[in-house]
């Protein structure tokens, strides 16, 4: 039975995936690759480690240096314009209704910690979350790490949670900790089809909600 839910930020309660491409698409005109990246091709595309996407999309290994400059102009790109994107459809209303249910809720991302909160504040909604929990260190841990530690923190049993997410990550993460997750493909950098391969997986926010909602 669950007990807890953790959210996931970016692509999952915040809808940010068009904002993603378009900073992917800076970052890649810095290394001289003519505009014109899509949802579909970034979906079709993206991979881990983000450097060898990268390669990909520009068709020959990319050295340090435009790694650097790459970086710098997707970050310049997202900051700029993360302020007005708006939360993913439905997202006020399903923490309300896991909060109705006597469910406990808590943010895990790997975005940088502090913009994280920075972030949440921007848009009112720390008050829903027992925690929140961004990239602490900067040290290239894993989303399981991350989820690990964030469960350690709370005193979960990882067995009474459920993770709703939007990527491939978040599905392995689950599974290395023995969680339970849901998948959201609305804003997911990833095909829906692809995100049913590692773990259910839904079309929108207020379906993963009805998910979350059976599993109590």
Avoid at 8 to 36: C, F, I, K, Q, R
Avoid at 38 to 60: A, I, N
Avoid at 117 to 125: C, D, E, I, P, V
Avoid at 191 to 204: C, F, I, K
Wanted: glycine share 8%.
């Amino acid at each position: 039975m669950v007990e807890h839910v953790i959210w996931d930020w970016n692509g999952t309660l915040l809808a940010d995936v068009h904002a993603v491409v378009d900073a992917t698409a800076a970052s890649l005109a810095v290394m001289g690759v003519e505009p014109g990246l899509d949802l579909e091709q970034y979906r079709s595309t993206f991979r881990r480690p983000l450097r060898d996407f990268y390669t990909d999309l520009v068709g020959r290994p990319v050295d340090d240096a435009e790694w650097a400059r790459a970086n710098a102009a997707f970050g310049s790109h997202y900051l700029g314009v993360e302020p007005g994107l708006p939360l993913a459809e439905g997202a006020t209303d399903a923490l309300e209704r896991c909060a109705d249910a006597g469910l406990g809720q808590s943010v895990l991302s790997m975005l940088a910690h502090d913009q994280l909160h920075a972030t949440l504040g921007r848009r009112g909604l720390h008050d829903w979350f027992a925690r929140v929990d961004g990239d602490h260190h900067h040290d290239g841990r894993s989303k399981a790490e991350a989820l690990a530690a964030h469960l350690d923190v709370l005193g979960l049993d990882p067995a009474r949670v459920v993770l709703v997410g939007d990527t491939l990550d978040d599905a392995a993460a689950t599974a290395a900790v023995g969680s339970a997750c849901v998948l959201v493909a609305e804003h997911s950098t990833h095909h829906e089809a692809d995100l049913r391969t590692v773990a259910p997986a839904v079309a929108t926010l207020p379906e993963a909600v009805e998910r979350v909602l059976a599993m109590r």
